[in-house]
């Protein structure tokens, strides 16, 4: 049985063509509500995947733009680090060899090597002094090094003793200059060129 339906009466200013009666039963009505309810909740659908999908395109670019920023940052900041990594070696590797170097027993031998070094330029001067530190010389005396023997009966090369000439160096004095071989300057030398 069909409910009853009050009836209102419904004032038109025009007359009404083509009206039709329609009747519909409860359970018609029931589905064609059904209908348009599942019309409007697949247009909520839609309309939410379509405003998901616009903020899924928005983040994407958001990202995008962070990235790129993150890799201008990188592209400034590595080369620093670069600079950074590469002044930490030479300073490992300048400190290294510092060690190195001080710990090598002084033998004659070097010490003659090092005379040598320093006297290879000066054969055609004059008079030469050479300073060493008071070890050294004793430590090539003591051996008859042939590069003392050969000079130490003329009077063109003085040996002599300084305070400020370390184990293993050598300062020597011309009357056209100063070749300073002293170690501490030879390794600062070789610390500077690193760091160049």
Avoid at 4 to 13: C, D, G, H, T, Y
Avoid at 94 to 104: C, G, L, P
Avoid at 120 to 143: C, N, P
Avoid at 166 to 181: I, P, S, W
Wanted: aromatic share 4%; net charge negative; charged share 30%.
């Amino acid at each position: 049985m069909q409910p009853k339906l009050n009836s209102i009466p419904v004032a038109f200013v025009e007359a009404l063509r083509e009206v039709q009666v329609i009747k519909l039963s409860l359970s018609e009505l029931e589905r064609k509500w059904r209908l348009r309810e599942e019309d409007a909740y697949a247009r909520g659908v839609a309309d939410g995947e379509r405003a998901l999908s616009e903020q899924l395109v928005q983040q994407r670019a958001d990202l995008r733009h962070l990235q790129n920023r993150l890799f201008v940052q990188f592209e400034n900041v590595i080369p620093q680090v670069v600079r950074d990594c590469e002044q930490a070696l030479i300073s490992i590797a300048w400190e290294t060899a510092r060690k190195v170097v001080n710990s090598i027993e002084i033998t004659p031998s070097m010490v003659e090597a090092t005379l040598e070094e320093a006297m290879v330029s000066l054969r055609q001067t004059g008079r030469v002094r050479v300073q060493l530190h008071a070890e050294d010389l004793a430590l090539i005396e003591g051996v008859n090094s042939p590069v003392l023997l050969k000079e130490l009966g003329g009077e063109r090369i003085r040996f002599e003793v300084s305070s400020e000439v370390g184990r293993g160096g050598c300062l020597v004095y011309t009357d056209f200059g100063t070749v300073d071989a002293r170690r501490e300057v030879k390794l600062e030398l070789l610390r500077q060129s690193m760091e160049s």
